[in-house]
């Protein structure tokens, strides 16, 4: 990365990695959910409240509102409309993913968003079952985000990917599910790093790509957009770090979001867990896009699912108050529903608590329909 300019960036080539292997992690794949499980349990509808286009939904259960929902997504899914999910990297970690990943392989999810860290839990689990290291431990010594494989080998996929021109949505699941393109990827990396013989490499695939929601939507063949932000990730600590393909790469999968928006003409569904600011954002700027090219979204849905009390009011419109300034509840579950004539949810409570029933009732919907699973 040349720099002219009148300041001192800092070096990247004095930074020190070690090998993931070594990373102790708090995360593992057998916290992950078992949806061949959850099909056959009884549904426990969550207690915690819910909200229809800004109103409490009257009593304390959420089954009512969470089976709306599950009927729309399954209209969607019968009828060709759009059915956009996007999450934060919580849900990768916590194991609800498997949730989405089952939505995918059944044919239910036409597009699947995340940001950079949902990409790099996604790479570490997939490569060795475990993820998320202690920060609080790792930080005093200055090795918070420093894993070998972790930085390099999504570094190089991204500017292997913008090289040629494609999203880092499509490059992370080439990574996964295209054995030339890792095969690059990998010996990239050790064409411009030492091989200390500790790291390793998955020339033969990834030991729990299964698990991985970026290699099921990319077998699936549906759009993964990366919407990533530069020095937010532990992948941009490495001396590997492009920013301009990471900039570029992302840029693409903003531009694919955007044409899937153009498709929600006629109704469509968008489900955003777990991302309070990203995914808000990124669906604003792309339904106004769509709208300005003569796509206006008509009956758009939306469903948030956060741990948040709600608490956006948006006839009041008090910039004053904190309330105003959470992304999600204004945005997704209020304004972009009733700008366009559709219906916005709000889930409050932990995802554990909430997605397991949604995807219970989407199972019930659509029963003999179901799509069998790769």
Request: net charge negative.
């Amino acid at each position: 990365m040349g720099y002219r300019g009148s300041y001192k960036p800092f070096d990247l080539s004095r930074m020190k990695t070690y090998p993931l292997k070594v990373r102790p992690n708090k995360v593992k794949l057998e916290r992950y959910v078992d949806c061949d499980a959850l099909r056959r349990a009884a549904i426990r509808p969550p207690t915690t409240p819910w909200y229809r286009n800004g109103l409490r939904g009257g009593g304390p259960d959420q089954s009512a509102g969470l089976r709306e929902l599950a009927r729309y997504v399954v209209e969607c899914h019968r009828t060709g409309r759009p059915v956009v999910v996007l999450t934060g990297a919580h849900p990768i970690k916590n194991g609800e993913i498997a949730i989405i990943t089952d939505l995918i392989e059944c044919g239910i999810v036409s597009l699947y968003g995340t940001n950079g860290a949902g990409t790099i839990h996604s790479f570490e689990l997939a490569l060795t079952g475990a993820s998320s290291e202690s920060v609080r431990d790792a930080l005093p010594c200055g090795e918070f985000g420093m894993a070998f494989e972790t930085g390099h080998y999504l570094n190089y996929a991204i500017e292997i990917g913008a090289g040629n021109g494609w999203g880092l949505g499509e490059a992370m699941g080439r990574l996964y599910c295209d054995a030339g393109f890792r095969r690059q990827v990998i010996d990239r990396t050790f064409e411009r790093h030492p091989d200390t013989g500790e790291y390793l490499k998955p020339y033969d695939g990834f030991p729990h790509v299964d698990a991985c929601v970026l290699a099921a939507a990319y077998r699936k063949g549906i759009p993964v957009c990366v919407h990533a932000s530069l020095g937010t990730d532990i992948i941009d600590q490495h001396d590997s770090f492009n920013p301009g393909a990471k900039g570029e790469a992302s840029g693409r999968d903003f531009l694919i979001l955007a044409e899937e928006m153009c498709r929600f003409t006629e109704g469509g569904v968008i489900l955003n867990m777990g991302t309070a600011v990203m995914g808000p954002e990124v669906v604003l700027k792309a339904v106004s896009m769509a709208a300005n090219v003569g796509c206006r979204p008509d009956g758009l849905w939306t469903a948030d699912f956060d741990v948040r009390a709600f608490a956006f009011d948006d006839e009041v419109r008090d910039e004053s108050q904190p309330y105003y300034y959470l992304r999600d509840q204004k945005s997704l579950a209020t304004r972009i529903p009733k700008v366009f004539g559709g219906v916005g949810f709000y889930f409050e409570g932990l995802h554990a608590h909430t997605l397991p029933a949604f995807y219970q009732y989407v199972m019930g919907e659509l029963g003999a329909d179901a799509e069998s699973p790769r």
